[in-house]
Each structure stands twice: as structure tokens, then as C-alpha cells.
């Protein structure tokens, strides 16, 4: 399948995706190739179904993704993968982080459910935030290339930083 | 509804014979089998009309074995022989505690397979090996009533079931001589007994309350794909528990020493009896024969088992948070397993969620009469139905990187089937190997992790360091089932590799035990392997005409049908003879000619999909 992600759903390729649609076309794929539909078909159905169908999740998972959706993005418009080593000279974002990072540190002397929700909920806020300014990145890749690849990396630290609250508030349940 | 029918890739449009299928629910304490009927999904009583088989086996020293009631009765005079609760063991190690806490020390053994062993009588027997025997007491029943051989089963497993233990019941099945169509989850299977995959979208929560384990699930469905959303639960909660608490206080009221172990099992049963009485009565008897006689309120019961309702409610709050949703956005809460006959536990339930559940078909039948449905579906007897059942993986699978951390390849809740590359190179010049290890969970370092297999990449060719570019693949099937792939790209030099999890079976070991239960059985190998390949010769046959019948003319040149055409007839040939090889070998060439045509259409299908949208929306 040589078509890209985004011709693969019928939408426009660009940052800004409609969801409902990505949503509703993927589920109409699902239901032409999904192994099930094959279930009493000839070995060789299934092997191609079972091939379609894990390449149809696997594109829906990247543009469902803000993060993966950008670095997708990046791949196929500049024909350059996004480094995650690259060290981009970013000394404000460095604060931010900084912060956040001593933040989080601070709520575990004293985790409870209702400080880490609004901590989640501050960091949903900057991601969203990111998010906006990406789309605008992207309405012009060839110029703002720099800013693409340090929202990227903006994005990433901010995913993480949620995913070690949500952990946080898995050991609270336990 | 789409103006233009969505496409139905692959069914034939030629009518065909009804074919058997049937629906199983392994379950921990019972199993059942069920199948759709004249249109109707029904499980299958045995010759005495019980439906509910109990999950037990027993061996004698000859390695003949009985399963249910009969295995049951051994359970107190040859406790060693007797296996309850196997479904425990299913693709666990021995160092899973919780696993195996009500197996005895030395009943248990460590194996090759990653499992531990039961330790009977006639020797050591794998899990699997155990739980192949009561599928096919099941599937017996099913031959039996239906009248011919089961084409496949559907069976059920929890949602939370990971990816060793899903192969564990697949490779159970296999053993049995039983096609598997697909497993689903237990949960999807409950709502879909109840029809609710007929309603537009929504999201449903299933409450399962068994004997030893609750277990609670978040369903999203829309346009008849269903999706599990979050599940949770509590793997030592149930039934059992309530028994036990109203045993103690039969004990306190009477003034019954605890240190009598037959007296305490005997008062066990009194209890579970009067709990029972409780769900249709305000007050029960209680009598241990000459000792004690006294009587208890179904609102003194309900206060000793309200730590237990409170419990069950915990974890209903606690999987709601995981999918960031409130009570009140469920829209119908589905009873499942035996302890939701308990009228507090219903009445809490409704509390909590704001509106009374579901409870019409019988708790304990539920999740196998679902599980018949798609059985039916997936053997090609409904062709029209566009229910579709999307599941999720559990867990995160990853590989191990430098310095014991795991780098996740994909993650839990991701909808499968799914498979994703990774490209790693090498560290040391000139290095010609590495080691992969496939790990499972959600911990960012190795030692916290599940380890699932582990193999080396050989022959890479030597290079600086940096410069290999080792590309692993994961694959997950859509029944949750992992295959993973190294290869050295940069060079050319492909090596590949396909690795089994090491809490499972390999191939061979499954081919083996096959071998020697048919052995076992008396019938001839070789006349199964050739039943097996008419099987699929039918089978490729009728996809392929039906293909040609759909879009040949669409798709093919006149001399591509002509080809296709030629090699049919050869399969047809080839079917009656009485060599397996040779009909093999003709499949193979069908399916060599057709793979571009299959490739074509499966283009076609999805082309067509999105194009019912734009017509949509006109």
C-alpha cells in the first residue's frame, strides 16, 4: 500500500485533522478488511486481510496522535525522519521544562487525586496550546521548519510528563 | 445507515449450507457451550440437562479422564488428581502467585513451556493440555446435539487477558482438534448476547461478578463496530467471599470452633445455600443439624457483604476515571456470572449508575449465548451482518534497549490487529549478532516487566558500529496474538526470524500432544490430515469462484480468468485423490495465481468504503 496515511482515510494532508471523520472513515476500512469479514475465506484472504487491516490501525494510531501525527508529518512533506536526539538551542523551553519537572517532583512528598488531576489538567492545557501553534507551523513547513522540530520535541516532553502523572495516579488506586 | 451497502469482501454471494459453529465460555469455575438455532442463540445441555459444565478434570493413573460433575466427585477422595480451576495457570509462570495459591505446593512443577506443570497420576500435564479436555467435552456435546463436526468456535476470554495467556486458550483449542474463528472478550460477547450492537452508538459498562474474580468493562459501540474502552476489576472478589463471611457468622452465632476443617467446609455449603435462599426471600433458615438452628434477614446479610458491594463499586470508579467518563454517561450496565443474582449487588448497581441494569437472560449464560452469535456470524452464516468486534491490547509490548529499559513498540489500548517496525543498529564494530527480548507491560525498566521471548538475530554482516540497521517488527493478530521479526535491512542481508512467546506451546510440542491424543483416540492420522486438506481445497474453491463471480470480469483479462480457471479445475482433481501432498500443492497454486487479483480487490473494497461516504453526504 503505497498511498499515505492521509489519502488512505480521504482527508487533506495537513497537521489540522477532522477528527470525526478519520474517526468514521476508519471504521468503514474496518469493516471492509477486518480479518473477522474473512473468517471462513481461503487462508490467502485472511493473510492479506490480517496485512490491510494492521496497516490501516497502525496509520489511524499516528494521525489520531497529535505527536506521531506531526512527526509523520515532518517524514513524508521534508523526506526527513525527526531526530529525537537532535538538540535544538531552545533555552525557554528549557525553563518550562525545568519547572514543570520540579512541579511534579513536588506532588510526590504528597500525592493526592485532586492536586495531580489539576496538574493533568494544566499540562492538557499547554498540550493543547502546542498543538495550536504546530498547526500554524505548518501552514508554511518550508519556512518555520526550525519551530516544527523544537514543537515536536515541546510536545513530546509534555506527553511524557502526563503519562508519569497518569502513573502517579494508578499507584493512588492501588 | 450509508446509502450505498458497505462492502462484504470475501463472503460468498453463493448460496451455501448452514455451517456448524459454536460458542464457548471457558470460564474459571464453569464453561458452557452454545449455538444459534433456527436463528436463535442457545447454549447446549449435556444428557441431563445441565448446561453449566463444571471447569473440572480428573485423571486416573491410565490417562483416562473425566471432566465435569464426574471429574467434581473426585475432588475430595483423589484431591492430587483432580485439577479445578486450571484456567488460572493459563499462560501464568510458577512465580504468579496469585495464579496458583489455590493449586497445593507439590501439585505444581516447573516446565519447559514457561507454565508449571500439574503433577498427576499419569504424569505431568500442561494447562493447556487440561484445558483442551474440557473443550472437547464441549465440543462433543455440540457434535452430538447438532448432529456433525463443529467447522470452528468462538471462545471467550477476559479483556484483561494478555497475549501469552490468549495463546495458552488458543493453543488449548488447537489441541482439542477445534478450529478457532476468533477469541473475543468475555465482556463484548455479554453485550452483544444482548443485542445492544443493534443500537446506533453508545457506551456500556459489564459488570461481571463471578465466584473468585469481578471484573468490569467499559464498551464503546458505533455503527456496530464495538470497542472495549477501559477494563478493570479485582482478581480475588466474588461470590466465594460473600460465603465466607456468612460462614463466620454462622460460626460466631453458633459458637463453632474454626479448627475443624470438615465442619467449617460443611458450614461453607450452609452458607452458600442460604445465600442463594436470600435472593428470593427476606429471611432464611439456617440449620447445622443437631448443633445450631437459627435464622438470618436479607438486611443482615446485606450489611456482612456491604465491605464486598463497596469494593466492587471502587473498581467500577476506578475503571470510569481510566476512560474519563462519569456514571452517568453508561447507558446500560450488562449483569454477568452468578453473584449479580444477589439483590444488593443489583440495587448498588443501579445506585451507582443511575439506572437499573440489565438482567433478563441468566447471568450465568450470557457471555457463552453472545459468544454463539459471533460464532455464527464468523462462519459465514449471516453475511449481512455488519457487527464487527475491534479489540485492544491490554498491555504495552516493547523491547529491551541498553541498560535493562524498555522501549514500548506498541502501546496498550492500541486497536489490533496492529503491526509496527522499529530500526535499531549495533554498538560494537564489527558486531554479528544481537540479542532481541520482547517484553510486556507498562514499566520503563525490564526487571518490572513481563518477559516473553527472547531470541538472537544471527549472521548480520560486519560493520562499524551504528551502521546495522536492524529493523524489528511486531505483529498482533486480531486475536491478540504476537509475531515478532529481526531483520538487517541496510546491507540486504535479510535474516528473519518468528518467535512464539515463551509462556506458550511451541508448534511442535502442540503437534506432538495432537499426535499422541489422536493416537490416544484410535483414529488414523493420515485420514484427518487428508479430511483437513479437503477442508481447505472446498474452501479456496468457493472463495475463489465467488470472487470471479463478483468482479473477475471487473478486475482479471480474459486469459488471467482463463488461467485461474484451468487451476480450479486442477484443485477439483487434485480433491479426490487420497494424497493430502497433492491437494496442498494445488492450493498452493491457486493461491499463487490469485494473489494479485486477491491483492486487487482487497484495493477495490477499501476504494468502495470511503466512496458509500461521499454518497453519504450528498
Not at chain 1, 486481510?49 to 489511524?60: G, K, V
Not at chain 2, 464453569?30 to 445441555?45: C, E, F, K
Not at chain 2, 531470541?455 to 562499524?464: D, H, K, Q, S, Y
Not at chain 2, 542481508?493 to 512464539?500: G, L
Request: hydrophobic share 40%; with cysteine.
Amino acid at each position: 500500500m503505497s498511498q499515505d496515511y492521509f489519502s488512505l482515510f480521504g482527508l487533506e494532508p495537513g497537521f489540522r485533522v477532522d477528527n470525526v471523520r478519520l474517526t468514521e472513515n476508519f471504521r468503514r476500512l474496518q469493516q471492509a478488511v477486518h480479518p473477522d469479514r474473512f473468517a471462513s475465506a481461503s487462508a490467502q484472504q485472511q493473510r492479506l486481510a490480517l496485512t490491510r487491516t494492521a496497516e490501516i490501525n497502525d496509520a489511524y494510531a499516528v494521525l489520531r496522535d497529535p505527536l506521531k501525527r506531526a512527526q509523520y508529518l515532518l517524514s513524508t512533506l521534508r523526506g526527513l525522519a525527526t531526530d529525537n536526539q537532535s538538540t535544538v538551542s531552545d533555552p525557554e523551553f528549557l525553563m518550562e521544562q525545568m519547572d514543570l519537572r520540579e512541579k511534579l517532583s513536588d506532588l510526590d512528598e504528597q500525592a493526592d487525586a485532586k492536586s495531580l488531576s489539576r496538574f493533568s489538567e494544566e499540562i492538557a492545557t499547554r498540550l493543547q496550546d502546542k498543538e495550536d501553534q504546530l498547526a500554524d507551523a505548518f501552514a508554511d513547513p518550508e519556512d518555520r521548519l526550525t519551530d516544527i522540530q523544537k514543537l515536536i520535541l515541546h510536545l513530546q516532553f509534555l506527553q511524557k510528563l502526563q503519562f508519569e502523572i497518569e502513573q502517579k495516579e494508578d499507584k493512588l488506586y492501588q | 445507515m450509508a446509502l450505498l451497502q458497505i462492502a462484504e469482501p470475501g463472503q460468498s454471494t453463493a448460496p451455501h449450507q448452514h455451517r456448524l459453529a459454536a460458542g464457548i465460555d471457558l470460564g474459571t469455575t464453569n464453561s458452557l457451550i452454545a449455538t444459534v438455532r433456527s436463528g436463535l442463540p442457545d447454549t447446549l445441555p449435556n444428557d441431563g440437562g445441565e448446561h453449566l459444565l463444571p471447569s473440572v478434570v480428573h485423571v486416573t493413573a491410565d490417562g483416562e479422564f473425566s471432566v465435569g460433575r464426574s471429574a467434581l466427585q473426585y475432588a475430595g477422595t483423589d484431591p492430587d488428581n483432580t485439577i479445578i480451576s486450571v484456567k488460572r495457570l493459563m499462560g501464568r509462570g510458577l512465580e504468579d502467585m496469585s495464579a496458583i495459591s489455590n493449586f497445593s505446593a507439590n501439585q505444581l512443577v516447573d516446565s519447559d513451556s514457561g507454565m508449571p506443570s500439574i503433577r498427576t497420576a499419569a504424569g505431568d500435564l500442561s494447562p493447556v493440555q487440561v484445558s483442551a479436555e474440557i473443550l472437547r467435552k464441549l465440543a462433543d456435546r455440540a457434535e452430538q446435539a447438532l448432529g456433525g463436526d463443529l467447522t470452528g468456535v468462538v471462545i471467550t476470554v477476559p479483556a484483561y487477558f494478555d497475549e501469552a495467556q490468549r495463546q495458552a486458550t488458543k493453543d488449548a483449542a488447537t489441541l482439542a482438534g477445534l478450529k478457532v474463528l476468533r477469541l473475543i472478550n468475555e465482556p463484548t460477547a455479554a453485550a452483544v448476547a444482548y443485542g445492544l450492537d443493534s443500537g446506533e452508538q453508545g457506551l456500556h459498562a459489564i459488570f461481571d461478578l463471578g465466584g473468585g474474580t469481578f471484573d468490569i468493562s467499559i464498551l464503546r459501540l458505533t455503527k456496530g463496530v464495538f470497542e472495549v474502552v477501559a477494563t478493570g476489576g479485582d482478581s480475588a472478589l466474588g461470590g466465594d467471599d460473600m460465603d465466607r463471611l456468612l460462614a463466620d457468622w454462622i460460626c460466631a452465632q453458633a459458637g463453632l470452633e474454626r479448627s475443624d476443617k470438615r465442619l467449617m467446609a460443611e458450614v461453607l455449603t450452609i452458607a452458600r445455600g442460604v445465600k442463594e435462599q436470600l435472593t428470593e426471600h427476606n429471611e432464611a433458615e439456617v440449620a447445622l443439624g443437631d448443633r445450631w438452628q437459627g435464622s438470618i434477614s436479607r438486611s443482615e446479610f446485606e450489611q456482612l457483604v456491604s465491605p464486598l458491594v463497596e469494593r466492587c463499586l471502587l473498581a467500577c470508579r476506578r475503571t470510569l476515571r481510566d476512560a474519563g467518563l462519569k456514571p452517568s454517561e453508561i447507558e446500560q450496565i450488562v449483569m454477568v456470572g452468578g453473584s449479580t443474582r444477589v439483590p444488593r449487588i443489583r440495587e448498588a448497581v443501579a445506585e451507582f449508575f443511575g439506572r437499573p441494569p440489565l438482567t433478563s437472560i441468566d447471568p450465568d449464560r450470557v457471555v457463552a449465548i453472545g459468544t454463539a452469535v459471533q460464532a455464527n456470524i464468523l462462519a459465514g452464516n449471516k453475511p449481512d451482518a455488519d457487527m464487527l468486534l475491534l479489540d485492544v491490547i491490554p498491555l504495552s509490548l516493547g523491547v529491551e534497549t541498553m541498560g535493562g529499559l524498555v522501549e514500548k513498540i506498541i502501546d496498550r489500548n492500541t486497536t489490533i490487529p496492529i503491526s509496527r517496525a522499529q530500526e535499531f543498529t549495533t554498538y560494537k564494530d564489527g558486531q554479528t549478532a544481537m540479542a532481541i527480548h520482547v517484553v510486556q507491560g507498562e514499566r520503563e525498566l525490564v526487571d518490572d516487566c513481563r518477559s516473553l521471548a527472547r531470541f538472537e538475530l544471527r549472521g548480520i554482516p560486519p560493520m562499524v558500529a551504528g551502521a546495522a540497521r536492524i529493523r524489528v517488527t511486531y505483529q498482533v493478530d486480531s486475536d491478540g496474538l504476537l509475531g515478532v521479526t529481526a531483520e538487517e535491512v541496510s546491507s540486504g542481508v535479510k535474516s528473519t526470524i518468528q518467535v512464539k512467546p515463551s509462556y506458550g506451546l511451541s508448534d511442535e510440542q502442540i503437534s506432538g500432544m495432537l499426535k499422541s491424543s489422536i493416537e490416544h483416540a484410535r483414529e488414523d492420522v493420515s485420514a484427518r490430515m487428508l479430511r483437513e486438506q479437503q477442508v481447505d481445497a472446498a474452501r479456496a474453491h468457493e472463495a475463489v469462484t465467488a470472487a470471479l463471480a463478483e468482479n473477475g470480469e471487473q478486475l482479471l483479462s480474459r486469459e488471467e480468468i482463463r488461467r485461474i480457471e484451468a487451476a480450479l479445475d486442477s484443485l477439483d482433481q487434485a480433491a479426490t485423490s487420497s494424497d493430502p501432498e497433492l491437494i496442498k500443492q494445488a492450493i498452493t497454486a491457486v493461491d499463487n495465481l490469485t494473489q494479485d487479483f486477491a491483492a486487487r480487490r482487497m484495493d477495490a473494497s477499501i476504494a468502495k468504503a470511503l466512496v458509500g461516504q461521499e454518497l453519504d453526504e450528498i
